[in-house]
Structures are given as C-alpha cells and as structure tokens.
C-alpha cells in the first residue's frame, strides 16, 4: 500500500502523471502547462517526463484548446484540458456546450469524446476580477457533461483518475483555493464511484452539504456547532452531475434539517436544484425548508471584500439557527 | 450494397490507366508569373494575384466552355485521369445534383423539415471529396452531399436529421466522414486536433475541414488557423465561397479575397475556380499530398454560387437578382464537364442515357427509404445522452416511461409519475 | 388610442421600428437582419426606412457582434443585437458573461452598456439541432444580466420598448413558436413595470408559473382542468431575472400548491430557483412540494419526438394531480 | 491636481515649436525598396519585409546606440518634434518606469496583490499613447501603465485593481481611457464597437485597442479584425509583442511575424521597434491619420520585450533565460533615447537631477496614496450590479445588512436572517 501525504494540488499532479504513464492516449493540454507547469505548477515536471506531445502548450485561445482537444478525442485520444482559470473558461463554452457535450448523442452513440476539462476554481486567493468564480451551475445544467469537483487530496487523485477513464466530457473544478491543504492518497485503493456523495461527519440535528471548497468549511462550521451542542451531519457531494441525491435524501430523512453551501451565487445555482429535488423527496421529512448559503448576486467582489461574500463559517452557522428556529 | 455506394467506394486517385485523359488545347506552357510551383511553402503563398487589384485569378484547368487549359502547377494532379475517371467524376456531379433534387422534393412534400441544397457546388464538392484517400478523414458543414457521396456515405442516412428522426445518422468511424456541423466554424476546430492526432500518430493521411465563406468570420475558424499552423498539423481548410451566408454577400465578412486569409496565419491559400471540377480536384490533392508530406495546413477557397436558396426556408429574391443567378448558369460545372467530355469524344449518348437512368434509380430509392423511415421511440430521448450513464437520465427515463404507460393503462392510475416519494 | 392586433413577430418588428424612430442612438445589428429581415422577418423592412448604418447586417461572428455591440454602447449607442437562434449565443457568452455582464459593476456605476440581445428561443417548431433551445437559466444565474420573455403581443411590444429603455443590459428571450400568435397591442398604453409578474388566470387549487411560449399551454391545462372541476391560477413570470417572487409567494399563499413549467431542462432550470426560494418564503402554506415540469437531461431531441420531450397539457395536468395528491 | 499628472495632459503631438530637433545622421535619402509610402492601402500592405525569410524588418527612427536613423516613409511624423518634446517623450518613459518599479515594490511589500510590470515596454507605451489625441479612445490590456500616463489618468487609479479594492478605479470618460480588461482580447471588439460609433458619429478621432502578442491567438482578435475591416472602423490594434504570453514564445502563437496577419483581413500590418519611442509615435500617428481619413484600421506590432516576470506571481527563469534578458537590455528604450539627447545636447545634468526628483516625488506620493487607500465597504458588495436596480440585489443587500447588524447587536437576535417568512 503506497499512502503518500500531499497537496491537492500535487495529488493532482500525481494523478495526471499515472495517467499519461498508463495510457498513450492520454494528453495534457493548455496554456502554460508545459515548460512552466502551469501558474498553479500543477502541472510541473510532465513536459519533461512526457515530451511535448504529451504535454502541449498550446495557443492562447480556449475554444481552440477545447475544439482541438474535441478532435484529438474523435481520433482515439483522452485529452485532458487545462482552463487557467474559472473565470476564462467562457471563451470554449461554446465549444463545451453544442459540440463537446452533445457529440455523443449526435452520433447516437457511435462516437465517444472522453475530454476532461480541469478548471481551477472558487475564489479566496485575493486575486483579481475572472480568478475567483464558480460557474459550476452553467455546466451542470448542459445534459451531456459531467461536473465534479473534489475536497481534497484523495479525492482529487482518484476522482481525476476515474474522470480520465470515463468515456464521457468531465468538467473537473479544482479548489484552487485548497490545492496547498495537504492529505493523505492511497495510490493503491479501490476507489468509490465517482458520483456518489460522502459522509464526512455524522450528525443528528441537520445537514450541511457541500463541495470542493466549502466542505472545509462545512466541517469546521460543525465543529464550531458542537462546541454549542449541536449535531451537525456534513456531505461532501462530490458530483454535481450527476447529484447523489440518494445519499442527501438519506440524510435529510434522519436530521429533517438541509442546508446547501456553495461559493457560487445562490440564484440558480446548485443549492436551488439540491432543495427543489429534496423537497420533493423529503417532503413530509423536512421540519424546515432547505436553505442556502452561497454567494450573492453580484460580479465575484474585489479580493478586499471577499472575505464578506464567501461563505464562511458565520454564515453557514446563521443559517443553521434560522433552519432550527423552524 | 446498392449499386450508386458500391461505386462510390472505387478509389479514384489511383490512375486506372495509362491513357491521358485530361488533354490540355492551350498550348503556353510557362507558368504564370507569380504563381510558382505549388510545393514550394513561401512561393505558393500569395498566389493567386496580387490583394486588392480587382479580382484575384483562380485555378482553372476547365473553361465554363469545357476547354482544359494548361496549367504548369497543378496539371500533373490530373495528368493521369483516365477517360474513365473523368466519366466517374462526371458521374459523381450528376447523381449528387439529382440526390438533391430529390431532397428539395421531399421537403416541398412535406418528408423533410428542410434541405440545404448544394446546387452549383457539385464540382468543388466532388472535386476536393475525390482528392481524399480513404484514410483522410473530412469534417463537412451542412450540405456537403457531394462530399458524402465520394466518401461512400450512403445518401439515404443524411436525410435522417432534416427529417427530424436524428441528429446525425451515420457512423463517422465508418467512411471517415464526420456528421454534420450546423453551429458555423466549429468542426475546423474538430478537424485540426484530429490532423494534430494523425501527426503524433505518425500517419500517412491527412483531414480535411469544409466550410462556408460567411465562417470565415468566426473565431473559432480563425482558432483553427492559428492551431494547424502552430503545430503543422495536416490539415485542408476547405472553403466554399458561394458568395451567400443566407443573405450576405462575402463583402460583409471581407473587403478582401478569402484565400488571402492564409498568409497572414503563416500557410499558403488558393484561390481555384469552384465549378471546374478538375482544378477542385488538382488543388485539393496538391495541398493534401502537402499536408501529408509534413508541410502543414493549407486554404483553398473554391470560388463557386450556391444557385438555389439557402436551405428550403430561405426566400432569395429578397436579397439577391435573378440576373446574378443567370450569370453563373453559364458557369455549370456540370454542363462544363459534359462539354469536354463530348468534345473529346470520352462519354457517348449511352453513357448519359445510362446515367440518366441510374440517377433516376437512386432518386426513387431515396424517396422510399425516406418514406419508411421510423419515427424515433419517445423513450430515444433518454438514449447516448452518457456513453457511461447518469442516475438523472436513469431517472427521468424511468418516471417518463411511469408516465407514458399511465395513459396506456385506462382507467388512469392515480399513482403517476412514478417518483420515489 | 391606437389597438392592432398584430402578430408576436410583427409586434416585436413594430416596437424596433418605434425605438429606432424615437432616438437616434438605437441600431439594430445581426446577421441577416437587414436586406433579409431576419430569417424570421422579424425585422422585416427596417433597413429599407432606416438605412444600413442603424440596421447593420454583421459578419458571421456572434463574439464579434455583442463585443462590438458593447463598443458601441460604450460609445452612447443603444444596440439592439439579433442572435439568430437560441443554440448560436454560445459563441457570445463569454462577452456576455465576462464583458457586458459585468462593466457597469466594474467601473462602479461609472458606465453603463444598454444592450439588449434578442434571442428567438424554443422549441415546437420542428426546426434541426441547435434551432430550439432553452439557454435562459445560463444566463439569470449570472449577475449583471436582465432576462425577460414574453409570452403575447402585447408584451412582445412593450417589454421590448422597456428593455431598450433600460440603462442594463437585457436578454430578450422570443417564444419563436408563438411569432404568428395574434394578440392586441395598445401602442399608447402605458406599461406596467419589465419584471412583474402578471396573473392570467384565477384559480384556487394550484398554481401554475409559466414564462414564455409555456404561459399558453398553462392556460390550456387550465381550461382542460376547468372541464374537470380544477381551478387553476395562472401566471406569466414575463422575467426569469429579477423573479417577481412575491407574485408568486401571493399566489401560492392562497392556493398551497405550485407547479413550474418551462420548455428548459429541469435539471438547474428556473424551476429549481422558484421551488427553492417559494418553498423557503412559504413552506407553513405548502401543502405539496413545488413540482417542475420541463425538458429532460439530454439534448433537445430530433424534431420528430419533441413533442414528448416539450411539456405539454397532459404533462403540466399530471403534475397539478401530483400535487394535488399530496 | 499633481505636477505630474497636470504635465501629462500638455499636448504633444502639436509641434510647440519650429525647430526641427530629431535630426538624422543617416544619409540616404530614397526609401528603402518595397516599403513605399505608408499611406498608400496597397502599398503599405506587407511593408517590413517577406514572409518566412528570416527576420523581418522594422520601422526604426532610433539605432540602440541612440542614433537618429532617417526613413523616407515615417521620418515626417517626428519632423516637428523640439527638443522639449523629446524630453517630454523622455519624462514619460522615466516615469512610467519608476512607478511600475514603485508598484513591484508596494506589491513584494504586500500592499498590492499582483502587479504586472511594464518594464522595457515603456517606449512601445509612451509612442503610441503620445500619438493620440485627447479626443482618441483607449482600450487598453491589463499591463498600459504608460499609456495610462499619457492619456492622464493618475497613476495612483491604476493601483486600486491590484490592491484589491475596486475592478477598475477610473472613469474610462474623463480620459478616453478605458478599463482595463483581463479577459484576453475581448477589448479589441469593444475598440471596434466604439470606433464603429466613431465613424457613425462622423467623428474626427479614432481608436487605439491595445493587445499581446498572445492574445493574436484568441478568436475575438480575429473577430475584431474582420469587422473593423468590414465597417472602415477607425481603429488602430497596437499588439506589444513582448515575446512571450506568459511562458510561451510567440512561436506558440503563430508561425509568421505577427504584422502580417493584418495583410489576409485586408489593412496594413507594420512591425515596428517597439523600444524606439520615436518610430512607435510616428507609425502609430500614421496608422491614426489613416483611420481619422478614412482609410480604416491598421496593425502595429511594436516588437518588444518583457523584460521581467509575466507579473508578480510569475517566475519567468522557469522558462527562459538569463541571456535572453540580457541581450536586450541592451536595446532599452530609455537608454537610448538618452543618449541620442545627449549627443544632440538637448538635455543636460540639471534636466535628469530633476527628473529624478519627479521620480522620487512621484514614487513617494504612489507609496502614500496606497497605503492609506480604504478597503471598500462589505456593502460595497451590493453596488452598481445594475443600472436600474435588481429586486434580487436589493433582497440580498438587505438579507446582509440583517445578518451583519445581528453581529453587533450582542447578544444575538434569534431573528437573523431578517427574512420575509
Ligand atoms: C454559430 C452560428 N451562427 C449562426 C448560424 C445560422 N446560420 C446557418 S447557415 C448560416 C450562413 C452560413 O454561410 P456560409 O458559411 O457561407 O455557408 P453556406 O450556408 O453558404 O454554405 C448562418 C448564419 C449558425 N448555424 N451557427
Ligand atoms: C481568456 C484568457 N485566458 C487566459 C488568461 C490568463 N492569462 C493572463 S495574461 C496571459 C498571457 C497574455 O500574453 P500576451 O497577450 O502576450 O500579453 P502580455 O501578458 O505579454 O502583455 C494569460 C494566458 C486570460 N487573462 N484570459
Ligand atoms: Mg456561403
Ligand atoms: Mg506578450
């Protein structure tokens, strides 16, 4: 059993260099993540090993990247696509949503575009405007696409794994804000399925769900409750399509309790679809509607003020009194 | 197999036989300056005239008349036609104009939601399709019938998405022929990864990406530029400038001559008279072999007229005069291929009349086939969504299906929808 | 007083041909908006009256016409931009999302882009892939946009006067399948606000919410209900961003149960924002789950199974049993 | 207002005096062949050499060593230049450069989040920003600091992205400067939009859309080329090709020197050396000329270098190499204007001892201005989102204000939230 303990972001790092290691087919792809390894060093050292047909930098243009990662998968490769950032994803969204994810059902099934695209997202890092966004929302609605988004380094090792073996598009969200959190990878598990959720705290009173980033937050937010008392049970959803709903309705049938943290703006975003379906679900179950605690509506704020828009532990708390004052 | 896709499966790059067919009457026989050979990377660029100097010449090996002319630069891609490869070729242009006619009838009848007509494009379509090797893989818009057609497409399956049973009916995998590409410029994207791939894989084939002169304008087509050349990748972006996207005229995505493009992206880019089948086909396989010989991408903007309307939606006499129309009618590529193969006396009244007949042929298959095609099972909706499955789809197809046999089952069951509760 | 009863296409034409006589600084800019009127002949005539350089047939290029679009509004214009069709914004919306969304905020307050783009959208008309999408939850999640729709005639003419009006930008999402509808249009009337909901239709039992071309098969479930014994309230969003949810909360006040509607996906629709705020603001009136009734998770279908994949009479009257149920 | 900011909006392009100061040394008097007049469109197309052969030429006023070189083409856009003005051209580099090192600094000090540093692109900056006219449009990249300069925006605005506190701190209206934009390329169409708007308006300016090499890659850069050219809009795509697009060489970009992209959308490309202040004022006043006539957009590639890291973050010996930095240190754009108003005398001691001070006094009030610059309000948040309001904005701004007063208000209100139940 080889259990390493590493960065998320190296994990990832680990994770890329199995799979071009395992699979010829598999190529890594972007701007910057090459010779630099890219701006996070995600990518670091894979050039070297692998040559720079393995490991391309390409042309400062995202819907090439994608576009051109859409044919080499048409040709027998598994591409793995680096987004710089969040924030600069939206130049291939056209390529993403009418080409990468309906191309399988276009063909009514006689083509496969396995392309995982890696996206670095979520904010607190201080940066500048288009580095910090979470735009998970606008690909998990585009049936044909799969979004996860892993917590930690395990999950990103492994989920990555699985993401590049699936033969369908993954949009991968990193939380670039946790790529320096360091955790233990087992190399050599059998890992979960990649869309299942995960308990990781039980508890009695309520449930908190999140993902990527904020499952951080969710559990330091339960321990904050326990000191007062109270039970908090926290789900790591992992995928956000497809949604484990199975797991999250498990839970909400013993707390009668839910609520949704996300980064991303509240409207519209994840935690409306997860209340919707679990209200459905739930419905004689739940003592109080689902709540939600995301960002607001407004552009991702100045890295001065983003400590008030992202939710913290305050305000996942805030919500859990008005979710047990029902 | 049918009798028309058996026939478009026989290779025509081999020469059949070792009589010259394509006999040339002009008799100059230096190149024309500024032009070059077509091999050489820096000379071939900018051929075609000089920017801004009135309309650029184009390759033509075939007058409208149907008189070759020589050619020093890309003769030799047709030096060794046979009669019988340009009777195939002839062949080609006429069954794939009547397979569109016969499209254009079934919609008016109701059998197709909407057509884009290739009228008048026949001899690039079946000129550059022609050029491809079996192993070149093509990545076409909307209405390359005729490139179809070469590829050993059967005609029948590309009716299925303008019928509405499909969004793309045939396997690409099969005859190296993508399925359709209606969002403009995306599928040049597509083609130069997978020449990038057919580079790293170390292959001996290249691709080619049609498109229209109105995708010119996207940045997706401009992407695609950028990537075949940086990284060399075997690629021919093939361009139909039939003067029209709907109903702009090619000066609304450019004050200058399309092929002129190319340059600035570092690859060369020609200009060849659109409705001469045998410079469509001398073109597309000089900038083919180049590909395939490593020298990277090239653009070829085949300078031709869309003659019918847009799709079977479109109303042109809104944009555009009758005389424009009458013009290029004059320039038939069909009519121009006949002309010289009369005169050379290569194809008799038994050949057309057979011909005749044989389109005729496959004009009634269409319209069976057509007429028996299946509606989709409503459940298809729930099909190849996921090449591995998603509980959500799982689900919807689960409560639809509750759904659907709730109507089945009068009197209706109170407990529809089927939903875990 | 002036009443026509006009088409929706033709309400929308005349209400161009008003803003373009009314200020200088309106052009209208796509492609073939011009000589062709638009391949829907929306905009049938307005070149010939007001000449190319305020109706402006564009290259092929939907990036280049919101991004210069923005430019012009930069400039004091007031562009009007024609999408094509639903399934061809995508090359746009990184200028929409990243640009025009977000520069009144990015220079706090100090310039504003009235934009609007219009967008004919859905389904039902047989038309090929790409031709009858639903994109509207892509573009309400994001702030910094308006997203409105009409549902007759009338609203076609007026919202889109307002919406030119407005100082933000505006997605101006058309029911294409309901261009030929006839309604009245009083193009003296004075307009109520562009993001109120309207009540269409009284009832007590349930409440249907419907926006766009689903406002007319809501009112045909309800008559059919009607002839059932059923009284359904009907309501017209008319805008997907902002929501007027206290229409709605008013509404489900009185009838306890609510059911979305909209050709969408469901999955992350605007069904799934209305369940989760409605349920939060009136979950002691609810007597059921909001149930979503909408697209499924998978690309629009081949023209011919759409109408089992649009949300039909039979579909919204089995979910009001659903609910009613509970 | 500040000595600095008021002396940057003195006019420069009038010339304030008679005497002809940027005299030549070079003798030769005829233009040098194939490069013609620049205000010819056919003619000034593909000027700076041919493609693929090697290095090609670039428009150069001033030799590294600080000599005048003459050229026929450009030489009377400086002709009325004093000696004031070229040591005001001179102030504006020294400038610029000592408050980018001003911000590297209050950024390695943690006042400032991330900087990217202008150095060695001073001279590509000042040029082309002096070339405007007050009434001319800039749409700047992430990294025009000296342009910023030019068109007299304080500097101290340009800080308040990078700390963190706002987008953007500038009214892009008071200067004809606008944001800058993060998102590669995207600007080049808003320049286009506007410059569209100019030539609607009837206007008598014109528009500058600055650009990376880099970003001659993305999509939106095409787009932006295909309608300026399409529309005659009088825009002027100013591309710093600095080398590099954070770690990757322009040969990442494109395989042909970047100028001659223009040529293939129908307007003038001209590289020019982008460290000699001179030659980048007197192509872009060409290129501005052109567009305020008429004659629509042209292409500048100022040929340039990076001379530190992409920004702050970066660590560019990852990537490339010390002697790469070094051999073009030796073309710095300061220097070498120094010494050409050295030798010319136009400028002794006392002039740079006081521009020092400026420098000094500059960085100084820079250092200030940041460190006591406030961090916004929480409910700054909830702000200029729209124009006209948003009910849900409005929602949330009071749902936040709630639960921010809850924490003042010890011990807590059970009620926070301060929804509507
Ligand atoms: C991205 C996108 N925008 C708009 C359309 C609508 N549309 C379909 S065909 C067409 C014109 C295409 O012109 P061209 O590229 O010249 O090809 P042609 O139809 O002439 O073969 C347009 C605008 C589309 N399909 N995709
Ligand atoms: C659409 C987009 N993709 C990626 C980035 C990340 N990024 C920021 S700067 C940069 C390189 C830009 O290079 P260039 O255009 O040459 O400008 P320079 O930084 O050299 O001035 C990249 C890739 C971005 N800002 N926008
Ligand atoms: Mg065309
Ligand atoms: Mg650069």
Redesign the pocket.
């Known amino acids: 059993m080889t259990v390493k303990k590493l960065p998320l972001a190296k994990a990832i790092n680990e994770s890329l260099r199995t799979a071009l290691d395992a699979d010829p087919k598999v190529v890594v792809m972007g ?2 993540v090459g010779k630099l390894g890219g701006v996070f060093r995600v990518t670091d050292g894979l050039q070297k090993d692998f040559g720079e047909n393995r490991v391309i930098d390409t042309p ?1 243009a ?1 819907s090439g990247i994608v576009g051109t990662a859409i044919g080499l998968a048409l040709r027998g490769y598994r591409p793995v696509v680096e987004i ?2 969040d924030g ?1 994803v939206f ?1 291939a969204y056209d390529q993403i949503v009418t080409q990468l994810a309906k191309m399988h059902a276009r063909a009514l099934g006689k083509i496969k575009v396995p392309v995982v695209i890696r996206i670095p997202y979520g904010g607190g890092i201080g940066a500048v405007e288009h580095h910090s966004e979470s735009p998970e929302a606008l690909f998990a609605h585009v049936a044909g696409l799969k979004v996860v988004s892993p917590s930690n380094s395990s999950d990103a090792y492994w989920m990555l794994q699985q993401a590049i073996q699936s033969d369908d598009p993954v949009i991968f969200f990193e939380p670039k804000r946790r790529y320096w959190d360091k955790g233990e990878v087992n190399t050599d598990a059998i890992p979960g399925p990649l869309h299942t959720a995960r308990t990781v705290r039980e508890g009695t009173d309520a449930t908190l769900v999140a993902y990527g980033p904020m499952v951080k937050t969710c559990l330091e937010a339960a321990a904050a409750a326990a000191d007062e008392g109270r039970s908090l049970e926290v789900l790591d959803l992992r995928s956000v399509s497809p949604i484990d709903f199975d797991s999250v309705q498990a839970s909400v049938e013993r707390t009668g309790r839910l609520i949704v943290v996300h980064e991303a703006p509240v409207f519209f975003g994840s935690g409306a679809e997860i209340a919707a379906r679990i209200t459905e679900r739930c419905f004689y179950h739940l003592e109080a509607p689902v709540l939600r605690v995301g960002g607001f509506h407004s552009p991702y704020p100045p890295a001065r003020v983003e400590e008030d828009y992202l939710p913290g532990l305050d305000r996942v708390l805030d919500a859990v009194d008005r979710s047990l004052a029902y | 197999m049918t009798v028309e896709s058996t026939a478009a499966r026989t290779p025509r790059s081999a020469g059949s036989g070792s009589k010259r067919a394509a006999k040339t009457v002009s008799a100059k026989k230096d190149s024309a300056p500024g032009r070059g050979t077509p091999r050489g990377k820096s000379t071939a660029r900018g051929k075609g005239g000089a920017a801004g100097s009135g309309e650029p010449e184009l390759v033509q090996l075939l007058t409208p008349e149907g008189v070759r002319v020589e050619n020093a630069a890309y003769d030799s891609y047709v030096a060794d036609l046979t009669p019988d490869d340009l009777r195939a070729l002839y062949r080609d242009m006429v069954i794939t104009r009547r397979f569109d006619a016969e499209a254009v009838t079934l919609q008016r009848q109701g059998e197709l939601g909407l057509w884009p007509s290739l009228l008048g494009q026949e001899a690039a379509q079946v000129g550059s399709g022609r050029a491809t090797r079996e192993s070149d893989h093509v990545f076409p818009t909307y209405r390359e019938h005729g490139v179809a057609w070469c590829k050993g497409v059967d005609p029948t399956l590309l009716l299925g998405m303008f019928r509405g049973v499909n969004n793309g009916g045939w396997d690409p995998n099969t005859n190296g022929f993508q399925l359709y590409t209606i969002v403009i410029g995306s599928q040049t994207l597509h083609a130069t990864g997978y020449a990038m791939g057919v580079a790293y894989d170390g292959a001996d084939s290249a691709v080619v990406a049609y498109l229209g002169d109105g995708a010119t304008s996207q940045g997706d087509v401009a992407e695609a530029f950028t990537f075949s050349a940086v990284y060399n990748a075997p690629v021919v972006f093939f361009c139909q400038n039939n003067q029209w996207a709907i109903s702009e005229p090619t000066e609304k995505q450019s004050r200058v001559p399309l092929y002129q493009r190319a340059q600035g992206y570092g690859f060369p880019g020609v200009r060849v008279d659109g409705n001469d089948v045998l410079a469509c086909l001398a073109v597309t396989k000089w900038a083919l072999e180049r590909a395939r010989a490593g020298e990277g991408p090239a653009l070829i903007e085949a300078f031709t007229y869309r003659m019918g309307a847009h799709t079977t939606s479109d109303d042109p006499t809104r944009y555009r005069r009758d005389e424009e129309r009458e013009a290029w009618e004059a320039k038939d590529p069909i009519k121009r291929l006949r002309a010289f193969l009369e005169s050379e006396g290569h194809a008799d009244e038994g050949f057309f009349a057979e011909l005749e007949a044989e389109s005729e042929t496959l004009g009634k298959r269409v319209r069976d086939v057509v007429r028996t095609m299946p509606d989709p099972d409503a459940m298809s909706i729930f099909e190849n969504v996921y090449a591995d499955g998603h509980a959500l789809v799982d689900e919807e197809r689960a409560e639809f299906a509750a759904y659907e046999a709730s109507f089945a089952d009068e009197p209706v069951n109170a407990a529809t929808g089927g939903e875990a509760k």
Chains 1, 3 share one sequence.
């Open positions: 701007e910057d400062l995202e710089q950032f600069f130049p």
